[in-house]
Each structure stands twice: as structure tokens, then as C-alpha cells.
């Protein structure tokens, strides 16, 4: 009997790819070609063994899953959020904490939006997860640099229309209150917004797979979350059927440790690392 094996792509987006020159179309609004507003080292290759994944072993996929980061281009965790307290911009890849801000070293651009910036940094500073990074602007709802990879966008079009099935998109990030980086749940969920609750249902869909490949970007911290999420909400069995493909990930620079460390943490937990290689074998195997 086929197996239900079930393809998990995190963010595969423009964004976070190390995009070589071929993958970089002319923007006609600037004149020069798109540039990645946070490139991930590795993540373009990591995206053409994903492609290979799928137009190699598709027939013996049973679902293919896409989550996309969509941002405003006003976010919490970009800099057009945040000022300096003498008034100077906020670079990308600063760290900005609760007691500085109440220091008044970071502030709001907005003045009206101090008092709910600082109950999400002290929520957020309380979970022990994260603390805010002011990202680069990256992956803006209808950008190119929010679009998927060319190539795995291709490969997954010939997968739908090979097996006439529906691969499925599952937006995230677009409330800008709060970080995304989990595709089933925002750092600090709003309770007016069910978006950034939990998704149980779909966690649920992937527990009834046989298995289900981990992929996507970047491994430090998206497919990190995402992960964490997802295992902390199946049981021992279910969780063992979770692969995370190791080839097909990559951290973010400065974020190795961290990336190494998620791995170790659910290895230890029941999950199985396993190399590209390895499961096209296994897809082709279940293709019959």
C-alpha cells in the first residue's frame, strides 16, 4: 500500500535566497535587478535539491505544504517601526530589549504605539525564546522577494499538474504586532487575531502522514520555530514520523550554534535527520 508522505517547504521564498546572477530579473521600478533583502548562505542550492525532490520523487509524495512569510513593510521587526532615542534610524540586526526602550535607547516612530510595543516585548522577553531582531524589510506582501523560488515554484507547478493536487500555501507574519517566525503559531499569538494562534488543524493533517520531510529556510530560526511548534504539539509516535532533511536548510550567518543546537534538540526528541539523498530513495521506493 502507497504511503502518505508529505512534503513540508518553509519559506521558500526570493528573500532569503543566495540568488545568483540568473535568478535576479530586472526591477522596473529601480532599473537593476532584485537583490534578496536577507540572503540565507546555501539556501539556493538547498532550493534546487527541494526542486530535485520533487521532480524526482513527487509521484511518491501524497501532499506538498508551502508556508510564506508576508510582511507589511511597517513590522515590529523592521526598522521602520523603531527610531533611536536621538532620533536616528534603527539599523537591521539590532537587538532591541524591553528595559531599553523604557531607557528611551529605542522608541516607536509612532508615539501611540509605546505602550503596546513595550507589552509585546515584555511578553515576548517571558516566553525565553527570542528577543526582538530588527530584521532587513523582507518578504512584503506582493513583492518579488516575497514570491517562491523559481525553481522549486516550478518544480512543484509540474508536481500539481502531473498529479492533478493542489499544493498548499499557508500564509504568516502579516499581523505587525508581533514575530512569525513559526509557521503554526506567532511568538506572541493576539488574541484578536486567529491567525497567530496555534494551527492545530493543520498540525493535525501532518500527523496523519506517514511522514512528513521537513525543508525550507532558514534553520536557525523559521524552520527552527516551526518545528518546536509542531513537535511540541504531537505525541511520541507522531513526532518520530517528522524528518528534518538536512540538506535542504540552511541558518542564518552568525546563527550556526544556534542551528546545530535545534537539530541535537529533536534528534534528541523523537525527530529523524536525514540528507536529500536519502529521501528521494525513499520517495521513488513508495512511487511503486
Same mark, same amino acid.
Given at each position: ?6 512534503? !513540508? =517547504? ?54 506538498? +505544504? ?5 510582511? &507589511? ?9 523603531? @527610531? ?17 526602550? @523604557? ?11 509605546? *505602550?503596546? /510595543? ?19 524589510? &523582507? ?15 516550478? *518544480?512543484?507547478?509540474?508536481?500539481? #499538474? ?8 499557508? @500564509?504568516?507574519? +502579516?499581523?505587525?504586532?508581533?514575530? &512569525?517566525?513559526?509557521?503554526?503559531? %506567532?511568538? =506572541? ?16 493533517? !501532518? $500527523? ?14 523559521? =524552520?527552527? %520555530?516551526?518545528?518546536?511548534?509542531? $513537535?511540541?504539539?504531537?505525541? *511520541? %509516535? ?6 528534518? =532533511? ?9 546563527? #550556526?550554534?544556534? &542551528?546545530?543546537?535545534?537539530? /541535537?534538540?529533536?534528534?534528541? %526528541? ?10 528521494? #530513495?525513499? !520517495?521513488? *521506493?513508495?512511487?511503486?
Amino acid at each position: 500500500m502507497k504511503r502518505q508522505l508529505h512534503l !513540508l =517547504v518553509i519559506d521558500p521564498q526570493n528573500d532569503f535566497c543566495d540568488l545568483p546572477a540568473s535568478h535576479l530579473p530586472v526591477d522596473p521600478a529601480q532599473g537593476r535587478p532584485h537583490a534578496p533583502a536577507l540572503p540565507v548562505a546555501g539556501a539556493h542550492a538547498d532550493m534546487l535539491r527541494v526542486a530535485q525532490l520533487i521532480d524526482q520523487g513527487g509521484v511518491g509524495l501524497s501532499d506538498i +505544504s508551502i508556508t510564506l512569510d508576508s510582511h &507589511h513593510r511597517l513590522d515590529i521587526a523592521h526598522p521602520t517601526f523603531w @527610531r533611536r532615542g536621538d532620533g536616528a534610524a534603527v539599523t537591521p540586526f539590532t537587538q532591541i530589549e524591553a528595559g531599553q526602550v @523604557r531607557a528611551g535607547e529605542f522608541l516607536p516612530r509612532d508615539p501611540q504605539a509605546l *505602550a503596546r /510595543a513595550l507589552d509585546y516585548l515584555d511578553a515576548l522577553e517571558t516566553g525565553e525564546r527570542y528577543r526582538l531582531m530588527v530584521w532587513p524589510v &523582507h518578504c512584503e506582501i506582493g513583492s518579488w522577494g516575497g514570491d517562491v523560488h523559481a525553481d522549486v515554484r516550478a *518544480a512543484y507547478n509540474r508536481w500539481e #499538474e502531473r498529479t492533478l493536487g493542489v499544493v498548499a500555501k499557508l @500564509r504568516k507574519g +502579516s499581523n505587525p504586532w508581533t514575530e &512569525h517566525y513559526s509557521a503554526v503559531q %506567532a511568538e =506572541v499569538p493576539d488574541a484578536g487575531d486567529p491567525d497567530t494562534q496555534l494551527n492545530l488543524p493543520f498540525i493535525q493533517a !501532518l $500527523a496523519r502522514a506517514d511522514a512528513v520531510y521537513i525543508t525550507g529556510e532558514a534553520g536557525s530560526h523559521c =524552520v527552527r %520555530a516551526t518545528t518546536e511548534h509542531i $513537535a511540541q504539539n504531537l505525541d *511520541a %509516535a507522531a513526532r518520530a514520523r517528522l524528518v528534518l =532533511v538536512t540538506d535542504c536548510m540552511s541558518p542564518v550567518a552568525g546563527f #550556526e550554534q544556534q &542551528h546545530h543546537d535545534f537539530l /541535537a534538540a529533536m534528534q534528541a %526528541a523523537g525527530l529523524r535527520l536525514a540528507a536529500s539523498a536519502q529521501v528521494l #530513495e525513499e !520517495l521513488r *521506493a513508495n512511487a511503486g
